[in-house]
């Protein structure tokens, strides 16, 4: 099966998660993906350690499938003439680092033109091109305490990030969004342009509707932990054996709900004629007593019972995992979100997400595992014409 992105040599310089996984996504896509590190390695390639082999991170292992790997170091005069033939076969450069960074490695737009000049160059920073910020340094968690989300998670008292960078991996998509919009531009125009992601821009987007409230209304919210504030119920709660995360929006939902109270025997008539709760954004308003009627229901239940009710009355609701009870769980197992892949020196088969979108006609999919360190920097370079003897040289000297 032709897959859609067949013939597309992505040259990825990124570290950690936005850029990384932004070629990832290419290469599920079917682009041909070159991971280029440091000679030592890069500096993300053992967070989170699970290989016995080379202690190889889960982190890196997620964000590099499917790609070739290579060493070089840009800044000695030989690995720079190996990265400009690298450049004039790609098609896309991805680079999540600061402007001075790039232009230090030769990795900047105006550089790579001048090389190939349709290219195409994805960055990822932490705070964009423009603004006062645009020269520091960021990371997921420093956008997640600026957007407001931080603020708003938590108890009031201590604001709370989320333990998963979610910033980092929206950054990642929004980039591989604009980079297949750049591919078509391409193919329509014959040039070539820069994309730019960042980390704030990410954090405000998802923060969008929060602000716009704040700026028209002056709301001034404050966090409620895990209650939510635009309709109820929204809550974790406890059952007689576990945890379960109840949601709703909207009426129909809402109805559904008192009608599963009703099933206590007892009057649950107020919840619908009372004003207090006459829409979702009351509700939210008076979360507590609905999560307290909520509490009382489930506290009688075991999490079987309680999510076995709550399906039947079509109300969104789901146990609260650990990583393990979410590797158990049946849906996850053969939904196929997740694919079974080998590394060296990780024992037994890694759970990999799978290609976060599906589509008909050209699926993505992983087609290898993520490269060792400079698995295929011999092979590459043959590829651009070095000889055995010259890449034994390179080698001695740190260039590659």
Not at 114 to 129: C, N, R, V
Not at 190 to 213: D, F
Not at 284 to 305: F, K, L
Request: with cysteine.
């Amino acid at each position: 099966m032709t897959s859609v992105l067949d013939g597309v040599r992505v040259l990825d310089f990124g570290r950690f998660i936005a850029g990384p996984w932004c070629a990832a996504m290419l290469a599920d896509l079917g682009a041909e993906v070159i991971r280029i590190e440091k000679v030592d390695g890069g500096e993300d390639r053992d967070i989170y350690p699970v290989s016995e082999h080379d202690g190889a991170g889960a982190l890196f292992l997620h964000c590099n499938r499917g790609k070739r790997g290579m060493t070089l170091n840009p800044l000695k005069p030989e690995g720079r003439k190996i990265q400009e033939k690298l450049i004039a076969t790609a098609d896309i450069v991805m680079a999540n680092m600061p402007p001075p960074a790039l232009k230090q490695l030769g990795l900047d737009y105006e550089t790579l033109k001048s090389i190939k000049s349709d290219i195409i160059l994805t960055t990822a920073t932490a705070f964009g091109a423009a603004g006062p910020y645009a020269e520091r340094v960021g990371l997921d968690s420093v956008a997640q305490a600026m957007c407001g989300n931080m603020y708003l998670s938590g108890d009031g008292d201590h604001p709370v990030k989320s333990y998963s960078p979610w910033v980092d991996y929206g950054t990642a998509s929004n980039a591989a969004f604009g980079t297949l919009a750049a591919l078509i531009h391409r193919n329509n125009t014959g040039a070539g342009q820069e994309v730019q992601g960042a980390l704030l821009a990410t954090a405000l987007t998802v923060t969008n509707s929060a602000l716009i409230e704040q700026k028209v209304l002056h709301s001034d919210r404050v966090a409620t932990g895990n209650r939510g504030q635009m309709a109820a119920p929204s809550d974790t709660f406890e059952t007689s054996d576990g945890r379960i995360f109840v949601t709703s929006a909207g009426q129909l939902h809402f109805e559904r709900w008192v009608d599963l109270m009703r099933e206590d025997g007892g009057d649950e008539d107020h919840w619908l004629t009372d004003p207090r709760f006459k829409d979702d954004i009351s509700r939210g308003e008076n979360a507590v007593e609905i999560s307290g009627r909520m509490q009382n229901w489930c506290t009688r239940r075991t999490t079987a019972e309680a999510l076995e009710k709550l399906a039947a009355a079509r109300i969104p609701a789901a146990s609260v995992f650990s990583p393990q009870e979410t590797l158990n769980d049946a849906h996850v197992m053969e939904s196929g979100m997740l694919t079974q892949s080998d590394y060296p020196g990780v024992p037994g088969a890694m759970p990999l997400a799978s290609t976060p979108v599906r589509m008909s006609a050209t699926p993505g999919e992983i087609r290898h595992r993520a490269p060792q360190l400079g698995e295929h920097t011999d092979q590459v370079l043959r590829e651009l014409g070095y000889g055995a003897d010259e890449i034994a040289v390179l080698r001695e000297r740190r260039v590659v």
